[in-house]
Protein backbone atom coordinates (compact mmCIF):
# COMPACT_ATOMS: atom_id res chain seq x y z
CA UNK A 1 0.00 0.00 0.00
CA UNK A 2 3.21 2.37 0.77
CA UNK A 3 3.79 2.10 -2.62
CA UNK A 4 1.43 2.26 -3.98
CA UNK A 5 0.50 5.34 -2.49
CA UNK A 6 4.19 6.75 -3.34
CA UNK A 7 3.27 5.98 -7.35
CA UNK A 8 0.31 7.98 -7.29
CA UNK A 9 1.87 10.72 -5.67
CA UNK A 10 4.78 10.35 -8.50
CA UNK A 11 1.52 10.78 -10.73
CA UNK A 12 0.12 13.83 -9.62
CA UNK A 13 3.93 15.52 -9.04
CA UNK A 14 5.53 14.79 -12.47
CA UNK A 15 7.99 12.37 -11.05
CA UNK A 16 7.46 9.94 -14.06
CA UNK A 17 10.10 10.29 -16.97
CA UNK A 18 10.52 9.11 -20.50
CA UNK A 19 13.29 7.64 -21.23
CA UNK A 20 14.35 6.44 -24.99
CA UNK A 21 15.79 3.26 -26.73
CA UNK A 22 17.14 3.57 -30.49
CA UNK A 23 15.92 1.19 -32.96
CA UNK A 24 18.60 0.78 -35.51
CA UNK A 25 19.44 -0.95 -38.48
CA UNK A 26 21.06 -3.68 -38.43
CA UNK A 27 23.17 -3.15 -41.64
CA UNK A 28 24.26 0.39 -41.25
CA UNK A 29 23.79 1.42 -37.83
CA UNK A 30 21.07 4.19 -38.20
CA UNK A 31 18.81 5.17 -36.06
CA UNK A 32 15.42 4.25 -37.58
CA UNK A 33 13.79 4.73 -34.50
CA UNK A 34 12.83 5.09 -30.97
CA UNK A 35 11.00 3.21 -28.30
CA UNK A 36 9.32 5.34 -25.30
CA UNK A 37 10.18 3.78 -21.53
CA UNK A 38 8.82 5.28 -18.54
CA UNK A 39 10.71 5.49 -15.47
CA UNK A 40 9.90 6.49 -11.76
CA UNK A 41 11.91 8.63 -10.04
CA UNK A 42 11.74 7.90 -6.73
CA UNK A 43 12.86 10.74 -4.09
CA UNK A 44 14.49 8.27 -1.67
CA UNK A 45 15.35 4.86 -3.30
CA UNK A 46 16.29 6.82 -7.25
CA UNK A 47 15.70 5.53 -10.49
CA UNK A 48 12.47 2.65 -10.12
CA UNK A 49 12.51 0.06 -13.33
CA UNK A 50 8.92 -0.49 -14.56
CA UNK A 51 9.30 -4.09 -14.08
CA UNK A 52 8.90 -2.50 -10.35
CA UNK A 53 6.13 -0.33 -10.50
CA UNK A 54 3.93 -1.47 -14.31
CA UNK A 55 2.37 -4.15 -12.61
CA UNK A 56 0.66 -2.42 -9.77
CA UNK A 57 -0.20 0.48 -11.91
CA UNK A 58 -1.59 -2.27 -13.72
CA UNK A 59 -3.63 -3.38 -11.06
CA UNK A 60 -4.75 -0.26 -8.99
CA UNK A 61 -5.72 1.38 -12.51
CA UNK A 62 -3.12 3.75 -12.38
CA UNK A 63 -1.76 2.46 -15.94
CA UNK A 64 -4.52 4.51 -17.51
CA UNK A 65 -3.19 7.73 -16.74
CA UNK A 66 0.74 6.90 -16.55
CA UNK A 67 -0.40 5.30 -20.37
CA UNK A 68 -1.78 8.60 -21.80
CA UNK A 69 0.86 10.87 -20.20
CA UNK A 70 3.93 9.17 -22.30
CA UNK A 71 2.00 8.71 -25.10
CA UNK A 72 1.49 12.48 -25.02
CA UNK A 73 5.09 13.17 -23.78
CA UNK A 74 6.60 10.74 -26.15
CA UNK A 75 4.65 12.53 -29.18
CA UNK A 76 4.91 15.60 -28.18
CA UNK A 77 8.40 15.23 -27.97
CA UNK A 78 8.98 13.47 -31.32
CA UNK A 79 7.28 16.34 -32.82
CA UNK A 80 9.93 18.75 -31.12
CA UNK A 81 12.55 16.97 -32.51
CA UNK A 82 11.01 17.51 -35.81
CA UNK A 83 10.62 21.09 -35.43
CA UNK A 84 14.06 21.47 -33.94
CA UNK A 85 15.40 20.36 -37.03
CA UNK A 86 15.87 16.70 -36.88
CA UNK A 87 15.63 13.88 -39.16
CA UNK A 88 11.92 12.76 -38.59
CA UNK A 89 11.84 9.45 -36.72
CA UNK A 90 9.30 7.13 -35.57
CA UNK A 91 8.43 6.72 -31.77
CA UNK A 92 7.18 3.31 -30.49
CA UNK A 93 4.83 3.05 -27.40
CA UNK A 94 3.92 0.43 -25.17
CA UNK A 95 0.16 -0.03 -24.44
CA UNK A 96 -0.86 -2.03 -21.35
CA UNK A 97 -3.86 -4.35 -21.22
CA UNK A 98 -5.40 -1.79 -19.36
CA UNK A 99 -4.77 0.80 -21.44
CA UNK A 100 -5.83 -0.89 -24.39
CA UNK A 101 -9.84 -2.24 -23.13
CA UNK A 102 -10.48 1.36 -22.38
CA UNK A 103 -13.54 1.98 -24.41
CA UNK A 104 -12.31 5.83 -25.47
CA UNK A 105 -8.56 4.43 -26.21
CA UNK A 106 -9.22 5.44 -29.76
CA UNK A 107 -10.38 8.78 -29.14
CA UNK A 108 -7.69 9.37 -26.46
CA UNK A 109 -5.19 8.48 -29.23
CA UNK A 110 -6.82 10.59 -31.68
CA UNK A 111 -7.11 13.59 -29.31
CA UNK A 112 -3.00 13.08 -27.92
CA UNK A 113 -2.28 13.11 -32.02
CA UNK A 114 -4.64 16.22 -32.82
CA UNK A 115 -2.93 18.53 -29.66
CA UNK A 116 1.27 17.29 -30.45
CA UNK A 117 0.52 17.81 -34.10
CA UNK A 118 2.53 14.48 -34.63
CA UNK A 119 1.63 12.69 -37.89
CA UNK A 120 0.15 9.06 -37.29
CA UNK A 121 2.73 7.90 -39.36
CA UNK A 122 5.51 8.66 -36.82
CA UNK A 123 3.42 6.68 -34.25
CA UNK A 124 4.19 3.22 -33.51
CA UNK A 125 1.91 1.35 -30.65
CA UNK A 126 3.67 -1.71 -29.25
CA UNK A 127 0.78 -4.02 -27.72
CA UNK A 128 1.68 -8.05 -26.64
CA UNK A 129 0.35 -10.65 -27.54
CA UNK A 130 -1.74 -11.73 -24.32
CA UNK A 131 -3.60 -8.59 -24.44
CA UNK A 132 -4.64 -9.53 -28.21
CA UNK A 133 -6.13 -13.06 -27.09
CA UNK A 134 -8.05 -12.13 -24.39
CA UNK A 135 -11.15 -10.30 -26.58
CA UNK A 136 -9.83 -11.28 -30.50
CA UNK A 137 -12.63 -9.53 -31.77
CA UNK A 138 -12.93 -6.32 -29.46
CA UNK A 139 -9.22 -6.37 -30.32
CA UNK A 140 -9.20 -6.62 -34.26
CA UNK A 141 -11.80 -3.88 -34.23
CA UNK A 142 -10.17 -1.33 -31.69
CA UNK A 143 -6.71 -1.89 -33.49
CA UNK A 144 -8.70 -1.63 -36.94
CA UNK A 145 -9.72 1.88 -35.69
CA UNK A 146 -5.83 2.75 -34.84
CA UNK A 147 -4.59 1.92 -37.94
CA UNK A 148 -7.38 3.91 -40.06
CA UNK A 149 -6.09 6.59 -38.17
CA UNK A 150 -2.70 6.39 -40.04
CA UNK A 151 -0.94 4.74 -36.86
CA UNK A 152 1.18 1.72 -36.70
CA UNK A 153 0.87 -0.89 -34.61
CA UNK A 154 3.41 -3.74 -33.50
CA UNK A 155 3.05 -6.95 -31.16
CA UNK A 156 5.66 -6.59 -28.64
CA UNK A 157 7.36 -9.90 -27.31
CA UNK A 158 6.01 -11.71 -30.17
CA UNK A 159 6.37 -15.63 -29.44
CA UNK A 160 5.81 -15.32 -25.73
CA UNK A 161 1.91 -15.66 -25.85
CA UNK A 162 -0.29 -18.22 -27.05
CA UNK A 163 -1.62 -16.11 -30.44
CA UNK A 164 -2.45 -19.00 -33.19
CA UNK A 165 -1.55 -17.69 -37.09
CA UNK A 166 -5.49 -18.34 -37.77
CA UNK A 167 -6.07 -15.05 -35.77
CA UNK A 168 -2.16 -13.13 -36.58
CA UNK A 169 -3.41 -12.76 -39.92
CA UNK A 170 -6.12 -11.23 -39.27
CA UNK A 171 -4.77 -8.63 -36.73
CA UNK A 172 -4.15 -5.20 -38.38
CA UNK A 173 -0.16 -5.20 -37.41
CA UNK A 174 3.08 -3.51 -39.16
CA UNK A 175 5.62 -5.21 -37.03
CA UNK A 176 6.64 -8.21 -35.25
CA UNK A 177 9.20 -7.89 -32.40
CA UNK A 178 11.17 -10.67 -31.34
CA UNK A 179 11.20 -10.97 -27.94
CA UNK A 180 14.52 -11.07 -26.31
CA UNK A 181 14.33 -14.55 -24.49
CA UNK A 182 14.71 -15.87 -27.56
CA UNK A 183 17.83 -13.17 -28.75
CA UNK A 184 19.86 -13.74 -25.27
CA UNK A 185 20.70 -17.25 -26.46
CA UNK A 186 20.40 -17.23 -30.75
CA UNK A 187 23.66 -18.20 -31.14
CA UNK A 188 24.17 -20.50 -29.05
CA UNK A 189 20.63 -22.54 -28.42
CA UNK A 190 19.36 -24.17 -31.13
CA UNK A 191 15.85 -23.92 -30.01
CA UNK A 192 15.75 -20.12 -30.00
CA UNK A 193 17.32 -19.46 -33.17
CA UNK A 194 14.66 -21.72 -34.76
CA UNK A 195 12.10 -19.76 -33.17
CA UNK A 196 13.60 -16.60 -34.08
CA UNK A 197 14.53 -17.58 -37.94
CA UNK A 198 10.78 -19.01 -37.77
CA UNK A 199 9.45 -15.54 -36.68
CA UNK A 200 11.82 -13.47 -39.41
CA UNK A 201 10.09 -15.88 -41.97
CA UNK A 202 6.84 -15.61 -41.02
CA UNK A 203 7.54 -12.00 -40.94
CA UNK A 204 8.68 -11.56 -44.45
CA UNK A 205 6.04 -13.65 -45.65
CA UNK A 206 3.18 -11.65 -44.15
CA UNK A 207 5.01 -8.67 -45.32
CA UNK A 208 5.59 -7.19 -41.91
CA UNK A 209 8.67 -5.37 -40.62
CA UNK A 210 10.55 -7.46 -37.94
CA UNK A 211 12.68 -5.73 -35.34
CA UNK A 212 14.86 -7.69 -32.41
CA UNK A 213 14.65 -7.01 -28.78
CA UNK A 214 17.92 -7.49 -26.31
CA UNK A 215 20.53 -7.63 -28.74
CA UNK A 216 23.77 -7.20 -26.22
CA UNK A 217 26.94 -8.00 -28.74
CA UNK A 218 27.51 -8.38 -32.19
CA UNK A 219 27.89 -12.21 -32.99
CA UNK A 220 23.56 -11.87 -31.81
CA UNK A 221 23.81 -8.83 -34.59
CA UNK A 222 24.99 -11.50 -37.18
CA UNK A 223 23.03 -13.99 -36.59
CA UNK A 224 19.75 -12.02 -36.72
CA UNK A 225 21.05 -9.95 -39.64
CA UNK A 226 22.41 -13.03 -41.74
CA UNK A 227 18.63 -14.61 -41.43
CA UNK A 228 16.93 -11.62 -42.59
CA UNK A 229 16.03 -9.43 -39.46
CA UNK A 230 16.74 -5.78 -40.64
CA UNK A 231 15.70 -3.70 -37.79
CA UNK A 232 17.24 -4.24 -33.89
CA UNK A 233 17.49 -2.68 -30.49
CA UNK A 234 19.39 -3.45 -27.23
CA UNK A 235 22.44 -2.56 -25.19
CA UNK A 236 24.80 -3.66 -27.75
CA UNK A 237 23.69 -0.12 -29.84
CA UNK A 238 22.46 2.11 -26.98
CA UNK A 239 20.76 1.42 -23.29
CA UNK A 240 17.52 3.47 -22.98
CA UNK A 241 18.94 7.35 -22.44
CA UNK A 242 17.41 10.34 -20.80
CA UNK A 243 15.82 12.96 -23.09
CA UNK A 244 18.89 15.19 -22.67
CA UNK A 245 21.26 12.14 -24.31
CA UNK A 246 18.87 10.76 -26.66
CA UNK A 247 19.65 13.79 -29.29
CA UNK A 248 23.06 12.61 -29.92
CA UNK A 249 21.61 9.76 -32.20
CA UNK A 250 19.04 11.92 -33.74
CA UNK A 251 20.60 13.20 -37.33
CA UNK A 252 20.07 17.16 -38.65
CA UNK A 253 18.14 17.49 -41.93
CA UNK A 254 20.52 18.23 -44.44
CA UNK A 255 20.13 22.17 -44.43
CA UNK A 256 22.29 22.25 -47.70
CA UNK A 257 19.54 20.61 -49.29
CA UNK A 258 17.25 22.35 -52.07
Not at 18 to 28: A, G, M, N, R, S
Not at 63 to 83: F, K, M, P, Y
Not at 121 to 142: K, R
Not at 239 to 245: A, I, M, N, T
Request: proline fraction near 3%; hydrophobic fraction near 40%.
Amino acid sequence: MRLEGALRQAVDQDRLVVHYQPQVDLETGSVIGVEALVRWLHPEQGMISPADFIPLAEETGLIVSIGEWVLRSACSQCQQWQDQGYEPIRISVNMSARQFNQKNVVAMVTEVLAQTGLDPNYLDLEITESVLMNDVNSAIDTMTQLHELGVQLSIDDFGTGYSSLAYLKRFPIDTLKIDQSFVRDVVTDSNDAAIATTIIDLARNMNLNVIAEGIEDEAQRQFLYSHGCRYGQGYLFSRPQSLQDIEVYLVPKNTNAL
